[in-house]
C-alpha cells in the first residue's frame, strides 16, 4: 500500500511559477511510476505528466515546455514545477502511482495509487 500527499498548491498570478510536492509512504516507491493529473470545475480528469522509474519523463502537450516533472527516491518525493502559469492551469492537482515502472500510461484509471490532491489557482 502505497500513500501519496500532495503539498504546494496555492493561488498565483498569471506567468507565475509554483513547485508541487508529493510525498510517498512505503519503501518501494523507487520501483514506480508517478505522474500529476489535474482536474477543473466541470472537466475530466486530464494527464499532466509522469516519470518512470528510470527518470525517463512524458507530458502532456499543455504542459510541455513549462512544467517539469522530477523525482527524489532518498526523499520518496516527487515534484511538479510549474513555470509560465496560465489561468487553464487551474485545477485540483493530484499524484499517483502505478505498480508498473515505466511511466507511459495517461489514462487516470489505469493507476494504483492517488493522493488527495492540491489546488492551484492561477489568476489573470
Known amino acids: 500500500q502505497v500513500q501519496l500527499v500532495e503539498s504546494g498548491g496555492g493561488l498565483v498570478q498569471a506567468g507565475g511559477s509554483l513547485r508541487l510536492s508529493c510525498a510517498a509512504s512505503?519503501?518501494?516507491?523507487?520501483?514506480?511510476?508517478m505522474a500529476w493529473f489535474r482536474q477543473a470545475p466541470g472537466k475530466e480528469r486530464e494527464f499532466v505528466a509522469a516519470?518512470?522509474?528510470?527518470?525517463?519523463?512524458y507530458y502532456a502537450d499543455s504542459a510541455k515546455g513549462r512544467f517539469t516533472i522530477s523525482r527524489d527516491n532518498a526523499k520518496n518525493t516527487v515534484y511538479l514545477q510549474m513555470n509560465s502559469l496560465k489561468p487553464e492551469d487551474t485545477a485540483v492537482y493530484s499524484c499517483?502511482?502505478?505498480?508498473?515502472?515505466?511511466?507511459?500510461?495517461?489514462?487516470?484509471?489505469?493507476?494504483?495509487?492517488w493522493g488527495q490532491g492540491t489546488q492551484v489557482t492561477v489568476s489573470s
Open positions: 499517483a502511482a502505478d505498480r508498473e515502472r515505466w511511466g507511459r500510461k495517461r489514462a487516470w484509471n489505469e493507476y494504483d495509487y
Open positions: 512505503g519503501r518501494t516507491f523507487s520501483s514506480y511510476a
Open positions: 516519470i518512470s522509474w528510470t527518470y525517463n519523463t
